[in-house]
T-cell receptor, first 115, second 116 residues
Framework: AQTVTQSQPEMSVQEAETVTLSCTYD???????LFWYKQPPSRQMILVIR??????QNATENRFSVNFQKAAKSFSLKISDSQLGDAAMYFC????????????FGQGTTLQVKP | GAVVSQHPSWVICKSGTSVKIECRSL??????MFWYRQFPKQSLMLMAT?????????EQGVEKDKFLINHASLTLSTLTVTSAHPEDSSFYIC????????????FGPGTRLTVL
């Protein structure tokens, strides 16, 4: 069975600094998707970034980038130039390329941004 | 982008009553909808997956007689919590996906249920 592990329950970062959130996963499949979702206090789930496993290039979305290490089954999220609005709970998630579309979520990391 | 709505956004009910939560895909047809439950400061727990016109597939440990899911159309799925009890109080989130969007899940804003 697939599992996703986020070993950092809480992280904090100074405004304008850079922070990296860790995520590891376990799967026997060779092709899959990985995601980072943000859940702010409103609790609306927001997709931050998506990585397709067959792509070696790390995904980037503005200030958000990932370090995808397929062999190590690691998928960390780097937030550059942190802003107060980045404060939220962040979830790493895995999904098969199959038709079920089920997401497997990690436990979440609460990010605090200090002014 | 694809928008998913949920109604109501919050509901308070008495123990023993039933509550229905609606999940709608507003600008796309969702072949699959998912229902999650989330406790404070915890991750999302998948309750069930429903495909339009089919019976929902429940995750292990989820009581299908307690959490009734109906996916009657390509834009609407409902979750009914039957004979609600205080331990059913939680935050319920739905998401919708479609093959044309590469099965990407689009999330609703959630419904906070409080059972007194």
């Amino acid at each position: 069975a697939q599992t996703v592990t986020q070993s950092q329950p809480e992280m904090s970062v100074q405004e304008a600094e850079t922070v990296t959130l860790s995520c590891t996963y376990d799967t026997s499949e060779s092709d899959y998707y990985l995601f980072w979702y943000k859940q702010p206090p409103s609790r609306q789930m927001i997709l931050v970034i998506r990585q397709e496993a067959y792509k070696q290039q790390n995904a980037t979305e503005n200030r958000f980038s990932v370090n995808f290490q397929k062999a190590a089954k690691s998928f960390s999220l780097k937030i550059s130039d942190s802003q107060l609005g980045d404060a939220a709970m962040y979830f790493c998630a895995w999904r098969s390329t199959g038709n079920t579309g089920k997401l497997i979520f990690g436990q979440g990391t609460t990010l605090q941004v200090k002014p | 982008g694809a928008v998913v709505s949920q109604h109501p956004s919050w509901v308070i009910c008495k123990s023993g009553t039933s509550v229905k939560i609606e999940c709608r895909s507003l600008d796309f047809q969702a072949t699959t909808m998912f229902w999650y439950r989330q406790f404070p400061k915890q991750s999302l727990m998948l309750m069930a997956t429903s495909n339009e016109g089919s019976k929902a597939t429940y995750e292990q440990g989820v009581e299908k007689d307690k959490f009734l899911i109906n996916h009657a159309s390509l834009t609407l799925s409902t979750l009914t919590v039957t004979s609600a009890h205080p331990e059913d109080s939680s935050f319920y989130i739905c998401s919708a996906s479609d093959r044309r969007y590469y099965n990407e899940q689009f999330f609703g804003p959630g419904t906070r249920l409080t059972v007194l």
